[in-house]
């Protein structure tokens, strides 16, 4: 009786443990850390997760993990609520479409990947943001930003990877993938 | 294995399609949320405070360590540094003592010329300091999360300064955090005044690091390096807080360049400048 109930709370552990661990990383990108780098250079850490995690086990990161991370980027932001919530749903829907053939691949061919589809993730958000505010946003800070988000997908998918590697190894596929 | 069918469709095909319905509803209200919030929609506004109420103390929480190794990297510079920041004390404090005499001379001349023209002084702020727990800001917004406590004076509006000038003010407060709007993003609009010409205006973020001066003319009398400061036009921020310098001058672009360096804050202070209340007070008084 109680090894089920451990048993249990071991395999819901282990069905949020990505979205856990994406929401600890989006925490860790707020710190303040007082460098005197340009505000710019901040990247997209949440991108980068959604990615991650849609391409490596979308049966443990949902169309809902996207959106809750989502709603919690977006309240954590001034950016209008609903703008994350979009682009990460936009990344997941485009991550999970060719989650067979980047997950199959080499590491630099999911990072061609990431770059193509953060782009169009930031282009899509630029877009939108600029509809909300009636205006172009400047466009020199979210290259930057796109920049840096790119750079910093190997650290980012290595966290990622000890978390899967560490308690989601042997873990069977929780769903039907369905594709 | 006989597969289950569900009105005539296979299970497995079933699945996939409510998932992609699932998917659609999902970005359908995505876009309604948009919506929602440019409508300034109060339930969106308390959820959406409710959730950084709750993940406001993980950040600062987080941040411990890194606060520990930065404050021992602060203590052996100011160590290494003590010698020559005495010296500097020294002689800034002779300039001090200087002035202060001169702010004594002007401060009476000052009293003596207001009661002469029976001037009412506005209400005084009052300042709350609080300390910075998170940062955000990219090309599409710059924001500070600040501890608060428990503070009931703290109100959306408010204005908040860093160490030498004004740096935003208080989009909302969750509980004992208050969320800051920077003067860089671009949702903040804050009515400015040229100190050497008083021309007036309206100084607006565009999420880079130099927001831009609105609503000027073309023949305005404005100059690169003019000290541009609040104007106390709307009742919210208080007169004559320093915002920065005119740092560039085009046609139609006149940017300025913050006095206090917004991507390094530790503390800010938040003033508590309620003029509407001050004006109430006034009133009842001279009703009485």
Redesign the interface.
């Given at each position: 009786m109680k090894d089920s109930m451990f048993e249990m709370v071991g395999f819901q552990f282990k069905r949020i443990l990505p979205l856990f661990c994406s929401?600890?990383i989006l925490?860790?990108a707020?710190?303040?850390?007082?460098?005197?780098?340009?505000?710019?250079l901040?990247?997209?850490l949440g991108i980068l997760c959604v990615y991650y995690w849609s391409t490596h086990r979308c049966d443990l990161f949902g169309?809902?993990s996207a959106?809750i991370f989502?709603?919690?980027a977006?309240?954590?932001?001034?950016?209008?609520?609903?703008?994350n919530?979009?682009t990460y749903?936009f990344v997941y829907?485009l991550a999970n479409t060719f989650q067979n053939y980047i997950s199959t691949r080499s590491f630099a061919t999911g990072w061609g990947g990431l770059l193509l589809i953060t782009l169009a993730a930031f282009s899509i958000?630029?877009l939108?943001?600029s509809v909300?505010?009636s205006?172009f946003?400047?466009?020199?800070?979210?290259?930057?930003?796109y920049s840096t988000t790119i750079l910093l997908y190997p650290f980012i998918a290595w966290l990622n990877f000890m978390v899967q590697n560490k308690f989601l190894n042997n873990e069977e596929v929780l769903y039907?993938q369905?594709? | 294995m006989k597969r289950r069918r569900v009105l005539f469709i296979k299970l497995s095909q079933f699945r996939v399609f409510l998932r992609k319905c699932v998917t659609a509803v999902l970005f359908v209200s995505a876009l309604a949320f948009m919506i929602l919030s440019k409508a300034d929609s109060l339930v969106l506004e308390k959820a959406s405070n409710l959730t950084a109420a709750i993940f406001s103390p993980i950040i600062q929480f987080m941040q411990l360590p890194a606060q520990i190794l930065y404050a021992g990297y602060e203590k052996v510079r100011d160590i290494s540094n003590v010698y020559k920041q005495n010296v500097q004390l020294k002689n800034e404090n002779l300039d001090m003592l200087m002035l202060k005499n001169q702010v004594r001379t002007l401060e009476i001349e000052n009293n003596l010329l207001a009661e002469l023209l029976n001037y009412q002084t506005p209400p005084e702020a009052q300042y709350i300091s609080a300390r910075v727990v998170a940062e955000e800001g990219d090309g599409f917004s710059h924001s500070l999360i600040a501890y608060i406590g428990n503070n009931n004076n703290i109100k959306q509006g408010q204005a908040v300064l860093g160490q030498e000038s004004l740096i935003g003010r208080i989009e909302n407060v969750m509980g004992s955090y208050a969320h800051i709007i920077l003067l860089t993003d671009i949702n903040s609009k804050i009515p400015v005044i040229i100190e050497r010409s008083r021309v007036r205006a309206i100084l607006s973020g565009d999420n880079t690091l130099s927001p831009k001066l609105l609503f000027t003319t073309r023949d305005a009398d404005i100059m690169e390096g003019d000290l541009v400061s609040t104007s106390g036009v709307a009742g919210i921020l208080p007169a004559g807080l320093s915002i920065g310098y005119i740092r560039h001058i085009e046609k139609d672009n006149i940017s300025v360049k913050p006095l206090t360096d917004i991507e390094s804050l530790e503390y800010v202070k938040i003033v508590n400048y309620n003029v509407f209340q001050g004006l109430a007070e006034t009133k009842s008084e001279k009703e009485k």
């Open positions: 929401i600890l925490l860790a707020h710190i303040p850390y007082h460098f005197n780098i340009a505000k710019y901040i990247p997209d169309v809902w959106f989502g709603l919690i977006d309240s954590l932001s001034t950016v209008p609520i609903g703008l919530i979009l749903l829907v958000k630029w939108l943001a909300y505010y205006t946003l400047p466009l020199s800070g979210i290259i930057l930003s039907e369905g594709q | -």
